[in-house]
C-alpha cells in the first residue's frame, strides 16, 4: 500500500475542487439560496479545517484524540473481561476476529456506561461546553440547536434531541432540519467502540489509530453538519433562543444502580438489533450477488470483462461493483487516488443503500485483501463513512422525532431524504478536507 507523501499543490487544488462541488451541490439542493449565510458557512469551513490541521499537525491536539483514543480502545478490552467470562475458551481471538463477539458486546458496555454518567451529569457537562463553544462560534444558530448538534457527538441521532425536547415542539422548519441533518452526519458514542473493533481487528496501535480517525471524523461534522443544514435550508423565520443551561438536562434514574441497567438494556436492544440487520443486509447483497455475477455476469461474459478493466481487484460484475462504477465520479471529486475510485464508491453505495455497519466490515475486509493501492483511501474512507445517512435512518428519524414532538411528524417526513443527503455531504467534507491536508 502506498503511503501518504503529505501535504501537496496537487492535493490542495483536488480538495478545493472537492470543497467546492460539495458546496455546490448544497447551494443548488438549498430552498431559499439568497438567504444562504455565507458568513456562518466561512466560519463553519475554517472551524472544520483548523480541527483536521491541529488532529494532524498540532502535537498536543494530536496527542489528546490519541488519549480519547486509547480510553475508547481500552473499554473494548474491558468489555472482552465479560465475554470470555460468558464465552470462556469461545472467547479467544486466536488470530481471528469474530464480529459478534469481539466486536459487538463493547456497545452494551458503552452504553451502560453513558447512562451512568449521564447520571452523574458528566455527559452534560461536556456537551454543556461544546454547546456553548458553538454557540459562540455560530451565533445564528439557536440555543436548542446548539445543544443537539453538540449531543449528537457524543450520543446517536435518536438520542440526542431528548436533551432539547421541551424545545423541539416549537422549533421551524431550519431548527429542526440541522437537528435531523446533525443526526446523520455524526455518529454514537456507543457504537464507536464497535467500529473500532471491526476496522483495528487484533491489532492494538491499529485500534488506536482508527479511534482517532473516528473521533476526529464526529467532532469535524458538527461544524460541518450545521453548515450544510442552513445552505439547505437557511434560517427565514425567527427563533427562540431561550438559553439551556447543561443542569437541565437531568436523568430519569433515581438511582446509579438504576442507570446502569437502563443503559444495559438499551445496549442489548442496540447489539441485537445491529445484529439483526447485519444478518439480512449481508445475506441481501449475497442473494443480488448470485443474481448478478453468478447469473447475469457469467452467462453474458460480463464477469470477465469486469476483472480485465479492474485488472482482477474485483471478481465479476458484484452489486459492489456497480456500485462502485456509479459512484467512483463522485470518489474522484472529492480527491479519493484514481486507482481506488471505485473501491471508495462502492463503500459509500453500500453506506446509503444499507448501512455504516455494513461498509466498515467491507472496508476492512478489502483493507486486509490489498484491494486498496493507497492509504490515503483507507483513511478517507473512515470519514467518509462516519455518519448515519441512510435509508433506514431516515425512518428512524421520522419515528423517534415524532414520538418527541408528533405535531411536527408531516415536517419531519417531508425533510427526511434531504436531510440523509446533506448528511452524507457532511462526512464527505470531513473527508475531503483531510484527504487535502494529508497529501
Request: net charge positive; proline share 3%.
Amino acid at each position: 500500500m502506498i503511503e501518504s507523501t503529505g501535504f501537496s499543490g496537487m492535493s490542495l487544488l483536488r480538495g478545493l475542487l472537492g470543497i467546492i462541488a460539495l458546496l455546490g451541490i448544497a447551494y443548488l439542493c438549498s430552498s431559499n439560496r439568497k438567504r444562504i449565510d455565507w458568513k456562518l458557512v466561512t466560519y463553519g469551513l475554517i472551524l472544520q479545517i483548523a480541527l483536521a490541521l491541529s488532529v494532524l499537525y498540532v502535537p498536543f491536539v494530536g496527542i489528546f484524540f490519541e488519549f480519547i483514543g486509547r480510553i475508547f480502545v481500552k473499554i473494548v478490552d474491558f468489555s472482552q473481561a465479560g465475554v470470555a467470562f460468558l464465552l470462556g475458551p469461545y472467547a479467544a481471538k486466536n488470530g481471528a476476529v469474530i464480529f459478534l463477539i469481539h466486536s459487538l458486546p463493547s456497545i452494551i458496555l458503552f452504553s451502560a456506561l453513558v447512562s451512568l454518567f449521564y447520571y452523574w451529569g458528566v455527559i452534560q457537562r461536556i456537551i454543556g461546553a461544546f454547546s456553548w463553544a458553538l454557540k459562540r462560534l455560530f451565533r445564528s444558530i439557536s440555543g436548542a440547536e446548539g445543544l443537539v448538534v453538540a449531543g449528537n457527538v457524543f450520543l446517536g441521532m435518536t438520542e440526542a434531541p431528548i436533551l432539547a425536547r421541551i424545545y423541539l415542539p416549537r422549533m421551524n422548519k431550519s431548527e429542526l432540519f440541522l437537528v435531523m441533518v446533525s443526526g446523520m452526519g455524526t455518529i454514537a458514542g456507543t457504537v464507536m467502540g464497535a467500529y473500532i473493533g471491526i476496522l483495528g481487528g487484533n491489532d492494538a496501535a491499529a485500534q488506536i489509530v482508527f479511534a482517532k480517525y473516528l473521533l476526529t471524523a464526529s467532532v469535524m461534522a458538527a461544524p460541518g453538519s450545521i453548515v450544510l443544514a442552513k445552505m439547505f435550508c437557511p434560517q427565514t423565520e425567527t427563533t427562540d433562543s431561550a438559553s439551556l443551561h447543561y443542569s437541565d438536562m437531568k436523568s430519569e434514574h433515581h438511582g446509579f444502580m438504576e442507570a446502569l441497567a437502563s443503559g444495559t438494556m438499551t445496549g442489548v436492544k442496540l447489539m441485537v438489533n445491529i445484529a439483526a440487520m447485519l444478518l439480512v443486509f449481508i445475506a441481501l447483497v449475497a442473494i443480488l450477488n448470485y443474481i448478478s455475477k453468478d447469473i447475469i455476469g457469467q452467462y453474458t461474459g460480463l464477469n470477465e470483462w469486469v476483472a480485465s478493466v479492474t485488472s482482477n481487484r474485483s471478481d465479476g460484475f458484484t452489486i459492489q461493483f456497480i456500485l462502485g462504477a456509479i459512484l467512483s465520479p463522485f470518489s474522484w471529486l472529492i480527491g479519493v487516488p484514481g486507482p481506488d475510485m471505485m473501491a471508495v464508491g462502492s463503500l459509500l453505495g453500500q453506506k446509503t443503500v444499507l448501512n455504516e455497519f455494513v461498509a466498515y466490515v467491507q472496508l476492512q475486509e478489502w483493507k486486509t485483501a490489498g484491494i486498496f493501492l493507497y492509504e490515503k483511501s483507507v483513511v478517507m474512507s473512515t470519514y467518509l463513512l462516519c455518519g448515519f445517512a441512510n435509508f433506514g435512518s431516515v425512518g428512524m428519524l421520522i419515528g423517534g422525532l415524532g414520538v418527541l414532538a408528533p405535531e411536527k411528524r408531516p415536517m419531519v417526513a417531508s425533510l427526511g431524504i434531504r436531510a440523509m443527503i446533506a448528511g452524507a455531504l457532511t462526512s464527505a467534507l470531513s473527508a475531503t478536507m483531510i484527504g487535502m491536508i494529508s497529501g
